[in-house]
């Protein structure tokens, strides 16, 4: 008898080492109670922006012992697979930047059947009535960084002692796309909210967000204004404001005739490293270590400590030009190769 109750003692305590040592906060919506899984989906891997925001949730990943999914998805098809994967792989959660903001239903049913949860990244999903969808996001206050494209321009035309009568301001429009309007819109509601006279705003379209489509969009543009000889160049990108910037240097303008900001903060250093400078003055630079690793730490915590994140939250960006962009880039973790 004894001996029997020996062995039921010795049984009941191994029972309570095991369950003593099961990971706190493990065993998630589709967890099998091992290492915590998040996915993180992104649209174009081949983009510097995308594998930043990769290398800094990886950093996130080796802070908190979570095991990151980097998953390419540059299609409605990519997408759908690549959540049955994660929920295959015992996935808890996912962040993801989704190459068409209209696959936002689709996406959320898809997750909530998956039982992972989900959070959005610089593409906000839209729903079928045309309004964002409510769902976690952190994204780029685009309107917020066209105004600052919109005030640096207005600080350099002072600076140079130019006459607001005298400038033109060349804005650079791709309105298909929701966020390059906002930027846009940005500069234009800054200038003139400062007094830039309105009929001196040309907003010229482009057909792609590239350096050669807006390239013939702006001498399109400078063939119907010849007569003016100092420009501010805005639009939605770094690769659209160097296009306009090389259009107006191609019909003659010296780089001191021309102010051109960008945003993004990449095709600018080729420009910031030339030994002259260009007409090509600054850039916003956007902040991919905060969308790469504060998602993912965000949706770690929400997994394991039920921590939920902010439903909505906004980035903004750096101004960087020649003097300043190497400090700033060091200063944000990123590589200037």
Not at 293 to 299: D, F, G, L, S
């Amino acid at each position: 008898m004894r001996h029997f109750v020996g062995l039921m003692l010795g049984f009941a305590m191994l029972l309570a080492g095991c369950d003593k040592g099961k990971p706190a906060g493990s065993g998630g919506s589709g967890s099998s109670g091992g290492k915590i899984k998040i996915g993180f989906l992104v649209k174009q891997p081949e983009e510097l922006w995308f594998q930043n925001e990769w290398k800094f949730a990886q950093m996130a990943a080796d802070k908190y012992g979570f095991e990151l999914l980097k998953i390419p998805a540059p299609s409605a098809e990519r997408v759908m697979t690549a959540i049955d994967s994660l929920a295959t792989q015992g996935a808890q959660g996912f962040v993801i930047c989704t190459p068409n903001v209209k696959l936002g239903s689709a996406i959320v049913l898809k997750a909530d059947s998956a039982k992972l949860k989900l959070m959005t990244v610089d593409d906000q999903f839209v729903g079928p009535d045309g309004k964002f969808m409510d769902v976690h996001h952190m994204g780029i206050s685009a309107r917020n960084i066209g105004k600052l494209v919109g005030t640096s321009l207005l600080d350099e035309m002072k600076r140079r002692g130019w006459k607001p009568e005298e400038t033109g301001a060349a804005v650079l429009t791709f309105e298909q796309l929701d966020t390059a309007k906002e930027r846009t819109e940005g500069a234009v509601e800054t200038l003139l909210a400062a007094g830039f006279p309105k009929d001196r705003i040309f907003k010229q379209s482009h057909q792609a967000s590239d350096t050669p489509a807006a390239f013939q969009a702006t001498n399109a543009l400078l063939t119907t204004q010849p007569g003016i000889k100092q420009w501010l160049v805005a639009g939605m990108n770094d690769a659209v404001v160097l296009g306009g910037v090389r259009a107006m240097e191609g019909r003659g303008l010296k780089p001191d005739a021309i102010i051109g900001i960008g945003i993004n903060g990449d095709t600018a250093l080729g420009e910031f490293r030339q030994e002259k400078a260009s007409g090509f003055y600054a850039s916003v630079l956007l902040s991919p270590r905060r969308h790469g690793y504060e998602t993912a730490e965000r949706m770690y915590k929400w997994i394991k400590d039920g921590v939920e994140p902010p439903k909505v939250e906004y980035t903004s960006g750096i101004l960087i030009n020649r003097e300043n962009y190497k400090k700033v880039y060091e200063e944000q973790g990123l590589k200037l190769d």
